[in-house]
């Protein structure tokens, strides 16, 4: 018996279709801005504090004349990561977008690969141009990024405030105005920019206010040492903290696996997992059972979910982290945690309520406590071109 050839149902390279479908979505220009965004109120971590949101706001103007929008963050400049807003801009201006003229957008691996050869990390100037990438192409075809990513399996997501302004009375007050508005009723609260007594009494005063059974999260931005986390560490369980972020700095490790073992509550790499090989050294020596996503740290949506992907497999969970992205860079993060099997601990995302004005016109919905995926193709979302004038900061 003989086996009939296989046909295929797959566009081919030569198919009019696809071939029309690269040159509509060549790119033709990449543009970034720098935009300083004022917050409502000065957000502190273990090592800055700020009280403008800076941004890049990068523009992707395809062939066929669509627009797709991206955004990377940082906290205060190079501080909590090596990359700057200026950096940015330099680096997608000189090195990222000669690297990506001309070529499809719909090709968003391959766009990775010559970003990647175009300059080292560099992760958040990557991400910003990828998720303007993803956006375009969404409008092009008339889908949401998602569909792009393998489409979602969530809708909404549990959401998550940070509280960092140092002021107990302040943070006791802001977290009862999130659960009166219906917006956020689980806190992250910041720790590491004081000593361990006195931050520890903001978190005894917070968990006191707020009604029982409140999930309060720890994020110590890699400001303790292992002998404060040794120390420290039994507090936190007495107080019912259900998570701890990043206690130990970023290249120790093996002094958070340490840490991890002795810890009844479960500790959460950030800092620590930037690429999908730290992500394997970090699963590989029990660093911690919960890692942070963020396309930040991880370049783009399919790094994203490479790091996600090596998470699952290692039995680690997922917690959606921020770096105060406005509505743009946060729908990026929704459209890919959407599309991810799980997301068990939800997400922050709170960057758009922490701005004086909303960066988008729709802005991003927030109800019941939990925070919803934008609808529309693309990511969903318009910039509002008046505010970002406003705000950019020009040479
Ligand atoms: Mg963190």
Redesign the pocket.
């Known amino acids: 018996m003989s086996i009939a050839p296989a046909t295929s149902t797959l566009i081919s390279p030569e198919d009019a279709g696809f071939a029309s479908l690269q040159a509509e979505t060549a790119i033709r220009s990449i543009s970034a801005r720098i935009i300083a965004a004022p917050t409502r109120r000065k957000h502190k971590l273990s090592n800055t504090s700020v009280n403008h949101q800076g941004y890049i706001f990068v523009e992707v103007t395809l062939e066929n004349g669509v627009v797709g929008y991206g955004e990377g963050s940082t906290l205060g400049g190079p501080r909590w990561a090596e990359e700057s807003v200026e950096a940015m801009k330099a680096n997608i201006d000189a090195y990222i977008a000669p690297a990506l003229i001309g070529h499809p957008a719909c090709e968003l691996e391959r766009a990775a690969k010559l970003m990647a050869g175009a300059c080292k990390r560099n992760n958040s100037a990557k991400s910003a141009v990828d998720m303007a990438l993803l956006d375009a192409t969404g409008k092009t075809l008339g889908v949401p990024a998602h569909v792009l990513l393998g489409g979602a399996q969530h809708q909404s997501f549990s959401a998550i405030w940070a509280l960092a302004s140092g002021d107990a009375a302040q943070e006791v007050e802001e977290a009862q105005g999130m659960i009166e508005k219906g917006w956020f009723n689980r806190f992250k609260i910041k720790l590491g920019f004081a000593d361990p007594a006195t931050d520890l009494g903001r978190l005894a005063a917070l968990q006191k206010a707020l009604p029982a059974g409140t999930d309060i999260i720890a994020?110590v931005?890699q400001g303790w040492s292992e002998a404060d986390c040794i120390r420290y560490l039994p507090r936190l369980e007495d107080l019912g903290v259900s998570l701890i972020?990043?206690p130990l700095p970023a290249d120790q490790m093996a002094g958070m696996a340490r840490v991890a073992q002795r810890s009844a509550i479960p500790i959460m790499m950030?800092?620590g997992v930037f690429t999908p090989a730290e992500a394997f050294d970090g699963c590989a020596k029990a660093a911690g059972s919960v890692i942070?996503l963020k396309l930040c740290k991880h370049g783009g949506v399919h790094q994203l979910k490479q790091v996600a992907g090596i998470a699952r497999a290692a039995g680690v969970q997922l917690y959606g982290?921020c770096l105060l992205e406005s509505s743009i860079g946060a729908s990026a993060h929704l459209h890919a945690f959407s599309t991810l099997p799980a997301l068990e601990w939800g997400t922050e995302h709170f960057g758009p309520k922490i701005l004086v004005e909303d960066l988008t016109r729709e802005g991003l919905v927030y109800e019941n406590f939990r925070v919803h995926l934008p609808e529309g193709p693309g990511l969903g979302i318009t910039p509002d071109p008046d505010r970002l004038d406003r705000y950019e900061i020009k040479d």
Do not use: F, K, P, Y
């Open positions: 994020d931005n972020e990043q950030d800092e942070s982290g």
